[in-house]
């Protein structure tokens, strides 16, 4: 019965295919970064300045081909033409309270968030988020997808790749540890019971 359930899973990788999003995408991609958020954006952007939902404004970021967190940040795996995870990656001098944040959120939702903002690991590609549906997992898109961002990092020449993941999350952890992330920085929760992580791993 094991390998049968090997053989099932090494087929299934082999009709995954890894490519850059498209425009089309930024909906179902925009979804996935809320998921892969566990409740943290939803807890950012509950109240905003322009009452709108987490998935809507995300959207509205990944189709702006002028921003750093455009669709063209992110990596698909794609499973018979259906997107099955995501990695959304860019330069982590982006992580941070900016001037439209500032605009966008109260002077008190951004204080609650100071600490994770004012959180990086200089010259790193950041992977802001990473997401694979719970089907899928388990058989190495994770690994391939954090793979596919070690080679961006390398190609834009950073040092470092670094990522947030909540402490309690131990499956992510589990394969980030595998991966060689380490841990940088414990950050006070911001809307859990548990510290966020700030990891990185030399690329």
């Known amino acids: 019965m094991a390998n049968l359930q090997k053989e099932v899973e090494e087929r299934c990788l ?25 409740g943290i954006l939803e807890c950012l952007f509950k109240g905003n300045a322009a009452g709108m939902g987490v998935a809507q404004v995300l959207t509205y970021g990944l189709e702006n081909e002028y921003g750093y967190n455009t669709y063209k940040s992110v990596i698909v795996a794609e499973y018979q033409r259906s997107i099955i995870g995501i990695v959304q990656s860019y330069s982590s001098i982006h992580h941070r ?25 200089e ?3 950041l992977v802001n988020a990473m997401f694979v549906e719970p089907t899928f997992r388990c058989i190495g898109i994770g690994t391939k ?11 834009l020449g950073f040092d470092k790749l670094s990522l947030f993941v909540l402490a309690d999350n131990i499956n992510a952890l589990r394969v980030y540890s595998s991966f060689g992330f380490n841990k940088e920085k414990e950050i006070k929760p911001v809307n859990h019971n548990t510290e966020i992580l700030l990891m990185s791993c030399n690329v």
């Open 123 to 125: 010259n790193s590609l």
């Open 145 to 155: 997808l954090l793979s596919l961002s070690r080679i961006k990092a390398k190609s």
């Open 97 to 121: 309270i900016d001037d439209e944040m500032k605009e966008f959120f109260s002077k008190e939702k951004l204080e609650q968030f100071k600490e994770f903002y004012d959180s990086r690991i």
């Open 14 to 38: 082999m009709d995954i295919d890894y490519r850059d999003a498209r425009i089309e995408d930024c909906t179902q991609i925009a979804e996935y970064i809320d998921y892969a958020s566990d």
